[in-house]
């Protein structure tokens, strides 16, 4: 190395050192001023802390029983363990009140619990005034409502009209739950009186969904609810903090009998949206819209007198309600159960449930309704009445009914006869047919008419012999002389039972021979059951009338013994005198 090079080697060496040196001292004094400006800024936090105020601390330790906090401060604060509601970590900041910068052993004093409740306040206050939720504690039933604890530990009052939207059965039921609710009021008279509502929380969440489905969910749309109640005509759906109406009709195409037997309470169900009216803030919901109405094919199916198979839903006064498929269901009116039989009430031939053969016997697609008919299923036994039971026919059966007017009498089950109580006798005068008929009663009987078409046989039993009115104007004659029986006596005269057992009368005015024999006197003398003897005066045998007279009878009595007199005079054989002929006028 050549002596230029040492000498700046050298040169090079002094130089180094003298940088080294100048640079440690530099560093140093920029130590020190950042040192020094922290410790101004230490002290001048220091200056700024005051007694009561709220600071915000870290978790340095956390022992058995006390957990230490630094605020910043000369020392470290301490709490109690038990004001956590659990152990915090290392690390974790924390809101204390700075009670003392200094106690006598040179120690900060911080609370955590002052601190939870200054900020519980403050929360409350916000609550209040900007009208926010804010969670309680439902601890106990109270008079009247329920304390609910607050945050740091404030109590409040929950009237019982104001915890839900709807009647709590059971007070107990929401205790030891954690709810949102409105602040109403922090102070009464100066003091702290906080006083609480869920309802009207409850209410302004609900509207506000309510308002958000109506401007999103259009109507079709299916969406996910969870049956709530139940009413008599559907369900309700809480759809999310408010309800929608599944109504019966739209559980299903079929027939729903009630509304528990298709959906079950607390139930998640997928429902779609049918209707929807904003002003009155009604949402109608449906299940059976997820599938056609079975309407829609009716015509692809059925037809009028088709026979089909259904099951009885329902009974009302006028018939029964059959479901011949889910969703399309038919009346059967009481009209249509027989042929036959006069049907009082449904429920005497079928039952709810029941399955049974009917005839489709005609439909309203618009109107949804379809006619059915029980009895079309089965022949006609009206039909061939006519050839069954032809006028003439003799029959034996017998009464089942007894009316004021006649008896009816079964002919065969589901169809009678009638017997009018004028064909029961032919002389008889019948009053009520009861007298002559009884239940159960077996008679010989006649069929006088069979119309099929107005559903009538006439039946009589005085036909079954010939009219003895007929038989005695055959017999008689007026003027014949007739012996009969008196058989009743009236203030006008006598009835008298003639051959065949025909009444006829004999008028008072006819007991007598002279006017001046009193006629009343005359008929005193008689009574029922005397035999007597008349002449036939008139006979009407389609009137049922025959009069007769005594007068006339005694006067053909004379007539014809004088006759007899005369002849017998006339011949010369005559052993009938005078004196006999008026003998037998006295008697």
Same mark, same amino acid.
């Not at 040196?21 to 001048?44: F, G, M, V």
């Not at 059915?372 to 009464?399: C, D, F, H, I, M």
């Not at 006439?458 to 009969?484: C, M, N, T």
């Given at each position: 190395?050549?002596?230029?090079?040492?000498?700046?080697?050298?040169?090079?060496?002094?130089?180094?050192?003298?940088?080294?040196?100048?640079?440690?001292?530099?560093?140093?004094?920029?130590?020190?001023?950042?040192?020094?400006?922290?410790?101004?800024?230490?002290?001048?936090?220091?200056?700024?802390?005051?007694?009561?105020?709220?600071?915000?601390?870290?978790?340095?330790?956390?022992?058995?029983?006390?957990?230490?906090?630094?605020?910043?401060?000369?020392?470290?604060?301490?709490?109690?363990?038990?004001?956590?509601?659990?152990?915090?970590?290392?690390?974790?900041?924390?809101?204390?009140?700075?009670?003392?910068?200094?106690?006598?052993?040179?120690?900060?004093?911080?609370?955590?619990?002052?601190?939870?409740?200054?900020?519980?306040?403050?929360?409350?206050?916000?609550?209040?005034?900007?009208?926010?939720?804010?969670?309680?504690?439902?601890?106990?039933?109270?008079?009247?409502?329920?304390?609910?604890?607050?945050?740091?530990?404030?109590?409040?009052?929950?009237?019982?009209?104001? $915890?839900?939207?709807?009647?709590?059965?059971?007070?107990?039921?929401?205790?030891?739950?954690?709810?949102?609710?409105?602040?109403?009021?922090?102070?009464?008279?100066?003091?702290?009186?906080?006083?609480?509502?869920?309802?009207?929380?409850?209410?302004?969440?609900?509207?506000?969904?309510? $308002?958000?489905?109506?401007?999103?969910?259009?109507?079709?749309?299916?969406?996910?609810?969870?049956?709530?109640?139940?009413?008599?005509?559907?369900?309700?759906?809480?759809?999310?903090?408010?309800?929608?109406?599944?109504?019966?009709?739209?559980?299903?195409?079929?027939?729903?009998?009630?509304?528990?037997?298709?959906?079950?309470?607390?139930?998640?169900?997928?429902?779609?949206?049918?209707?929807?009216?904003?002003?009155?803030?009604?949402?109608?919901?449906?299940?059976?819209?997820?599938?056609?109405?079975?309407?829609?094919?009716?015509?692809?199916?059925?037809?009028?007198?088709?026979?089909?198979?259904?099951?009885?839903?329902?009974?009302?006064?006028?018939?029964?309600?059959?479901?011949?498929?889910?969703?399309?269901?038919?009346?059967?009116?009481?009209?249509?159960?027989?042929?036959?039989?006069?049907?009082?009430?449904?429920?005497?031939?079928?039952?709810? $449930?029941?399955?049974?053969?009917?005839?489709?016997?005609?439909?309203?697609?618009?109107?949804?309704?379809?006619?059915?008919?029980?009895?079309?299923?089965?022949?006609?036994?009206?039909?061939?009445?006519?050839?069954?039971?032809?006028?003439?026919?003799?029959?034996?059966?017998?009464?089942?009914?007894?009316?004021?007017?006649?008896?009816?009498?079964?002919?065969?089950?589901?169809?009678?006869?009638?017997?009018?109580?004028?064909?029961?006798?032919?002389?008889?005068?019948?009053?009520?047919?009861? $007298?002559?008929?009884?239940?159960?009663?077996?008679?010989?009987?006649?069929?006088?008419?069979?119309?099929?078409?107005?559903?009538?046989?006439?039946?009589?039993?005085?036909?079954?012999?010939?009219?003895?009115?007929?038989?005695?104007?055959?017999?008689?004659?007026?003027?014949?002389?007739?012996?009969?029986?008196?058989?009743?006596?009236?203030?006008?005269?006598?009835?008298?039972?003639?051959?065949?057992?025909?009444?006829?009368?004999?008028?008072?005015?006819?007991?007598?021979?002279?006017?001046?024999?009193?006629?009343?006197?005359?008929?005193?003398?008689?009574?029922?059951?005397?035999?007597?003897?008349?002449?036939?005066?008139?006979?009407?045998?389609?009137?049922?009338?025959?009069?007769?007279?005594?007068?006339?009878?005694?006067?053909?009595?004379?007539?014809?013994?004088?006759?007899?007199?005369?002849?017998?005079?006339?011949?010369?054989?005559?052993?009938?005198?005078?004196?006999?002929?008026?003998?037998?006028?006295?008697?």
């Amino acid at each position: 190395m050549g002596q230029m090079e040492v000498e700046m080697e050298a040169n090079n060496g002094v130089d180094s050192a003298n940088l080294d040196e100048n640079l440690d001292e530099n560093l140093n004094e920029s130590s020190q001023t950042q040192i020094q400006q922290e410790y101004e800024a230490y002290l001048k936090a220091l200056e700024q802390l005051e007694e009561g105020q709220l600071v915000t601390g870290t978790v340095m330790q956390v022992t058995a029983d006390q957990v230490f906090v630094d605020v910043n401060y000369k020392s470290e604060g301490k709490i109690p363990l038990g004001e956590f509601p659990e152990p915090p970590k290392i690390g974790d900041t924390v809101s204390v009140i700075l009670e003392k910068k200094e106690n006598r052993y040179g120690e900060v004093v911080v609370s955590k619990q002052k601190a939870d409740a200054k900020l519980a306040w403050r929360d409350l206050k916000q609550a209040f005034n900007e009208h926010l939720p804010i969670k309680g504690f439902i601890e106990k039933t109270v008079k009247g409502g329920y304390d609910v604890r607050m945050v740091g530990d404030a109590h409040a009052f929950l009237p019982i009209s104001q $915890a839900d939207v709807k009647r709590i059965e059971k007070p107990e039921s929401i205790v030891g739950k954690t709810m949102e609710v409105y602040v109403e009021r922090l102070y009464s008279d100066g003091k702290p009186n906080i006083i609480v509502n869920r309802r009207k929380l409850l209410e302004d969440t609900a509207e506000s969904k309510r $308002a958000e489905f109506f401007a999103t969910v259009p109507v079709g749309s299916e969406i996910d609810g969870i049956v709530k109640s139940f009413t008599s005509f559907g369900a309700f759906v809480d759809l999310g903090g408010f309800d929608g109406l599944l109504h019966i009709h739209d559980m299903s195409w079929g027939h729903v009998m009630r509304p528990k037997d298709f959906v079950k309470r607390g139930q998640k169900i997928k429902v779609k949206v049918i209707r929807i009216d904003p002003e009155e803030k009604r949402i109608n919901l449906s299940l059976k819209h997820f599938t056609d109405d079975p309407w829609v094919h009716f015509e692809d199916k059925y037809h009028v007198n088709d026979v089909v198979k259904g099951k009885v839903t329902k009974l009302t006064d006028f018939g029964a309600f059959i479901e011949i498929e889910e969703g399309i269901e038919g009346l059967a009116h009481i009209s249509e159960f027989s042929w036959i039989k006069k049907i009082q009430k449904p429920g005497d031939v079928v039952s709810i $449930a029941d399955e049974v053969e009917c005839m489709i016997l005609g439909y309203d697609l618009q109107a949804g309704r379809v006619s059915l008919g029980l009895k079309q299923v089965k022949s006609n036994p009206w039909a061939n009445l006519s050839e069954r039971y032809p006028v003439g026919t003799r029959l034996k059966r017998a009464v089942v009914k007894v009316t004021n007017s006649g008896a009816f009498v079964e002919l065969e089950e589901g169809i009678d006869g009638f017997l009018h109580s004028d064909d029961i006798s032919w002389t008889k005068k019948i009053k009520h047919p009861s $007298a002559e008929l009884k239940l159960g009663q077996e008679i010989d009987v006649i069929v006088l008419e069979s119309d099929a078409k107005s559903r009538n046989v006439r039946l009589g039993i005085k036909q079954l012999s010939e009219d003895p009115w007929h038989s005695f104007a055959a017999a008689y004659k007026i003027g014949d002389v007739v012996e009969g029986e008196v058989s009743s006596i009236t203030d006008f005269g006598l009835f008298v039972k003639v051959p065949g057992g025909i009444d006829g009368l004999i008028h008072k005015t006819n007991l007598t021979e002279k006017k001046e024999e009193s006629a009343d006197e005359a008929l005193k003398i008689y009574k029922v059951g005397d035999k007597i003897k008349a002449v036939l005066m008139e006979l009407q045998p389609d009137k049922r009338k025959a009069a007769f007279s005594v007068r006339d009878y005694k006067k053909k009595t004379q007539r014809d013994e004088i006759s007899r007199y005369m002849a017998a005079e006339e011949t010369g054989h005559s052993t009938f005198t005078l004196g006999d002929m008026l003998k037998s006028r006295e008697t």
